[in-house]
């Protein structure tokens, strides 16, 4: 028997083959393969658009794992396969033999599609059978989803998607979510076939003006079932020309509803050829679309809870803010400075360490006020608040409003040297800073007095006594001119006569 005999016998069989003389490249098909992809017969065009997908990692096989390849390496081929035309794919199970006819050896592989029956066991191709197999797989679905943390919402979406396309035999699974008052609509997680083409980036911020028939059935039914895009009505012109672009023959989608009010849709197609919905399948995508509203649902409250303890936290931030910083200055209350001081006394009694203050006064600040009003005082007052916090570069150190025209530094880890020098920095970047005052006997420029008080460990004082010694030290910079620093020091014991 000639090649071409055996061909002409092999493509009459009323089974699904595919066969080839072993070590010839091309391959041919029986009839009742191509039939299966709405073929009448077999053409070239059609043998030529015919490609091999591995089902689960969508990778074309070519090469040496091309079906042909291992049917001929390994004499016996049996493997998942998705067969893809332009129009459409199907899924097969694939077996192979070699049979010879006249000294010639044929490599022969039976493709058993998967919607077939009699592949499928009796049991599980009844309606009977299949929803509990869907029941099933429902159930595993579920188990992951209950409880998903947000961060893997996505991913597990995009595997119900997956699973629910595999089991039905379906081209394109797709998840739309709705914005703006339903008016946009954003393919948001997308699952096709193996050698379908993808649509998820093209059908984004997608106007539902432009789908007005899909739009309608969708918010007023919950339901869009096309099973032949070519028969869709007059009204729904854009929908068809956008179907047909994705070259989908028929659609189904469901709506989902949250809490808030619908959340979007899912949907699926095949392309190639029309099918007809039955009820069970849109039961099934219906109850996919409930668990998926389940489970987004749980993420919308949790992001929400999630929101509303990040507004309760910044409010309180606030709140706090507002108890312990200066209206009108921007750095530390009196009541952030009073605590603060408490709490740096401890720190430096157990640390054994030194802490200074610095009281400083606005020299002739009434004055000021009365020359050049009330705003202009407030300007002042900014100015000085700025020029200290710039001038105390120290990690712990605490500038703070202690009233009116009076500031107040808190320096831990200070001894009274270099508290004086740090007091001397500020006196003369509030001098350099040359704060116009028309009164000043300093170059008619703004100035500040300062005074320093130390608590050293080995001595510790109350924060009222350390404030009182600033104070006093204070008093005598201004009574001595101001403009300059003091610092406190213990008064020394009168000299007394011994003889008397």
């Not at 066991?121 to 029941?135: D, L, Q, W």
């Not at 309608?216 to 929908?239: D, I, M, S, W």
């Not at 709140?319 to 001081?341: C, E, P, Q, S, Y």
């Amino acid at each position: 028997m000639e090649p071409n005999e055996g061909i002409k016998l092999l493509r009459q069989l009323p089974t699904c083959l595919l066969f080839k003389p072993i070590g010839d490249p091309e391959f041919d098909v029986s009839t009742a393969f191509a039939r299966q992809f709405g073929e009448i017969a077999v053409t070239n065009a059609f043998l030529q658009s015919l490609r091999f997908y591995d089902p689960i990692t969508k990778e074309e096989l070519t090469g040496s794992q091309h079906p042909f390849s291992i049917a001929e390496e390994t004499l016996h081929l049996c493997q998942w396969v998705r067969i893809q035309t332009r129009e459409q794919g199907i899924q097969f199970f694939l077996e192979s033999s070699v049979v010879t006819f006249n000294d010639v050896s044929w490599v022969v592989i039976n493709a058993k599609a998967v919607q077939n029956n009699l592949f499928i066991p009796p049991e599980e191709s009844s309606p009977v059978g299949k929803h509990i197999a869907f029941n099933g797989l429902l159930a595993t679905l579920s188990s992951q989803l209950i409880n998903a943390a947000n961060d893997k919402v996505d991913d597990l979406i995009d595997g119900v998607l997956g699973a629910f396309g595999e089991f039905c035999d379906l081209d394109r699974c797709y998840l739309f979510k709705f914005y703006d008052n339903a008016q946009f609509a954003t393919n948001t997680h997308e699952w096709v076939a193996a050698g379908v083409l993808p649509y998820k980036d093209d059908l984004q911020a997608l106007p539902m003006d432009t789908m007005p028939y899909l739009d309608r059935k969708l918010k007023q039914e919950g339901l869009f079932k096309v099973n032949n895009v070519a028969y869709l009505p007059t009204e729904a012109k854009g929908e068809r020309e956008e179907f047909e672009r994705e070259r989908i023959c028929s659609i189904l989608c469901v709506s989902i509803e949250l809490d808030n009010g619908i959340f979007g849709f899912i949907g699926c197609d095949i392309t190639g050829i029309p099918y007809t919905w039955r009820d069970h399948d849109i039961k099934y995508l219906q109850r996919i679309a409930q668990m998926l509203a389940n489970t987004l649902q749980n993420a919308h409250n949790e992001r929400a809870l999630h929101d509303a303890q990040q507004q309760l936290i910044n409010a309180n931030s606030k709140l706090a803010k507002l108890a312990n910083i200066d209206g009108l200055t921007g750095i530390a209350n009196r009541r952030l400075f009073d605590n603060t001081l408490q709490a740096d006394i401890d720190k430096s009694l157990t640390s054994n360490t030194p802490l200074s203050l610095l009281l400083i006064d606005v020299d002739n600040f009434k004055a000021y006020n009365d020359y050049y009003g009330h705003v202009a005082g407030d300007s002042a007052l900014i100015q000085v608040a700025e020029i200290l916090k710039k001038t105390c570069v120290g990690n712990d150190d605490v500038v703070a409003r202690y009233g009116g025209e009076e500031f107040v530094v808190i320096l831990p880890y200070t001894d009274t040297d270099t508290a004086i020098q740090v007091a001397e920095r500020i006196r003369k970047s509030i001098e350099q800073a040359a704060i116009p005052f028309e009164l000043s006997s300093y170059g008619k420029r703004l100035t500040i007095s300062l005074g320093v008080s130390t608590m050293l460990h080995c001595h510790p004082i109350s924060p009222n006594e350390l404030i009182e010694r600033a104070d006093t030290a204070l008093y005598l910079a201004k009574s001595l001119g101001r403009n300059r620093v003091d610092v406190w020091e213990p008064a020394k014991p009168l000299e007394t006569d011994v003889n008397t």
